[in-house]
């Protein structure tokens, strides 16, 4: 599984002691066509690393015939000493692989403010384009990991095709997307639009819905590439189908192994008056600290809940507000409802139910419990 | 000093029996005139609390005769029946004080969800009429206490007038007041009006600049009393002046008492385009939870300021952006400044200079780093 399930392309994961650990830190993504279309979207940070606005004009005439990754350095508030490596390190792919450096992707994660190890790098790429496999998807998604505990690899078989794809992030996970890097890869016959339209309509519903710790990185990249391998053409609903089922297993990936989290939690909105408004009392809930806390400490607290909803200019009337918690509806027309000791938040899954009787959309935002590790690893994390 | 500290004014704390701990829960701040305007700014939480409710009706007409808070129980999300109760509370005061229930202002404090035991509540009204003195403000001070570990109280003397206050609050300080209630009172002659622009005035650059931890109370509450004992009648800037000093004083004490925090953070943005945006920004940052982990840590982490400035609209050239902590520059042009390790972190009060280049606005918000003690405080609360 994983980038190299779909026909068509190769992957490699390599050490290039970027990384004090010693683990792998440079990764290869390359497609071998036929088709060599992409599609990308990137973070929504004002302040965006240099590998982003390269990689935003790489994949912006919708072709990319590589991905290059690197875990130990973001490259990010580096100035134009760094975008001039970022550049660098894709002319230097290009010439290795044969191909134009303006359509070589570049990803990095990392620490923010110092500027990477050019020649370590380099000489990594060489590494990386020698191991080259068509079965080397794992150790490209090993060789991108950060703070993750694991690779986190996704795929979805069709007939005749495939969809498979990559993801690292455990940290700085917020919407607009999540600090993460993400390659998604089909052997479909779709042209660019296409993949420019599925990759929109599967984030949106995914990785846009992942609200670990509310902050937005400046490196988050998630790159749809097709080989057209299969030679099997598809539909824009069937591609749109199995990109989303390959983001959405990724982007569950991605909450379950967030930094320090014990809970893994489900803000479920329902009988919102607009999506919009579901979506903004979902990330308020997402987002309030002292929520986060009591899950933590397996704590029903459905009145931190209700204080959050109450921050937004969502559609609702406060005495008619219910709140569900694990099955047992704590919060009945804006009061107390069902003994709150009946809730049971052991397990790492929880699930937050609020209705705001004010219409018929819903939408659910996953986020995290907020935990003495989350503080322990974010305190400790560059010293 | 405290409320006391103007002429015209009695107050007290009693031991109700509203708090486990058995420490004292009920206090009780009466206007003995000659004057009784009043002004008063509420959360806009719009899941506000029972005694929001009331005392938003009890002010509208600019007159208070005496305010009774408890802490033990916030008496939100508690429907009408919770209503009910706040409103036979404030009666209670006006039978045993003398004046219209219309005149009293109630404040509540505490978890949320739960009924107020009114027996030993209304029992505790008595008990705090009986105990009123000219000097029971600091009494009244330590009878609002939640989590606080110490009472909070601030005066300005000015000439022939002055300015006296109390305040409670320790943990869900947010914008658009604190998890606070604050009563203030002065004895210079002020017509209601000029008591709601003075008080506005103060909050707006006080309260309103304090951000703990971003999460927004159902129950905040600041009233500003007058007596005009002294006689002296006060120009509009003087008694803004006056209150603002106090104001400034009782908010910088919520900032150093805030729950689990080792830090106070001072975020002050600098050369923005319009206060709003300076706003904007340093609220972004101030609720940035890596950003607050890494302070807890001792970690200059400038890259998660610019990360945290990059998700505003505000105007700026990221490429221009500077940041100062402690007074190392240590972001310079949106790139590397000055050595990261010249930071020290160790004292309690922290200074972090964001630079915009984009105009002469300017405001500074304060907050707290995000500790494992915070983690822990707010896991356990309700337990």
């Not at 609200?211 to 590439?225: E, F, H």
Request: proline content about 3%; overall charge negative; hydrophobic content about 45%.
């Amino acid at each position: 599984m994983s980038v190299t399930t779909p026909r068509g392309f190769r992957a490699s994961g390599v050490v290039a002691g970027l990384k004090a650990s010693g683990r792998p830190d440079v990764a290869l993504v390359v497609n071998d066509g036929p088709d060599h279309h992409a599609a990308a979207v990137f973070t929504a940070n004002r302040v965006e690393a240099a590998p982003v606005t390269w990689s935003r004009t790489v994949v912006a005439d919708g072709r990319a015939d590589a991905v290059v990754l690197n875990s130990g350095g973001a490259n990010a508030c580096t100035g134009a000493p760094g975008f001039q490596d970022t550049h660098r390190t894709a002319e230097h792919v290009a010439g290795v692989l044969g191909v134009a450096a303006g359509d070589v992707v570049v990803c990095s994660t990392g620490l923010i403010g110092e500027r990477l190890p050019m020649d370590r790098l380099l000489a990594g790429v060489d590494a990386a384009a020698a191991g080259l496999a068509a079965d080397g998807g794992p150790a490209a998604a090993e060789a991108i990991m950060t703070t993750d505990t694991r690779p986190k690899t996704a795929e979805a078989r069709r007939d005749g095709w495939a969809v498979g794809g990559m993801a690292k992030g455990a940290g700085m996970l917020a919407p607009a997307l999540a600090t993460m890097l993400v390659v998604v890869t089909t052997d479909a016959v779709a042209d660019a639009g296409q993949l420019d339209r599925a990759l929109r309509a599967a984030t949106r519903t995914t990785f846009d819905r992942v609200d670990s710790d509310g902050c937005m990185s400046t490196n988050d990249t998630v790159v749809l590439l097709t080989s057209g391998a299969s030679g099997v053409a598809v539909a824009d609903d069937d591609l749109a189908e199995a990109v989303t089922a390959v983001c959405a297993e990724l982007a569950r990936a991605l909450v379950a192994d967030a930094e320090g989290a014990h809970h893994d939690i489900a803000v479920e909105v329902r009988s919102a008056a607009s999506e919009a408004d579901a979506l903004e009392v979902a990330r308020a809930v997402a987002r309030n600290n002292l929520f986060k806390c009591a899950v933590f400490g397996g704590d029903p607290n459905w009145g931190r809940v209700l204080a959050a909803v109450g921050t937004t200019a969502a559609a609702f009337d406060p005495s008619t507000l219910d709140v569900t918690m694990n099955g047992v509806q704590v919060c009945r027309a804006g009061g107390v409802g069902e003994d709150r000791t009946l809730v049971d938040l052991s397990a790492r899954e929880v699930h937050v139910v609020v209705e705001l009787h004010a219409g018929d959309a819903g939408v659910t935002v996953w986020t995290n419990d907020l935990t003495h590790d989350y503080v322990h690893e974010n305190s400790a994390y560059s010293t």
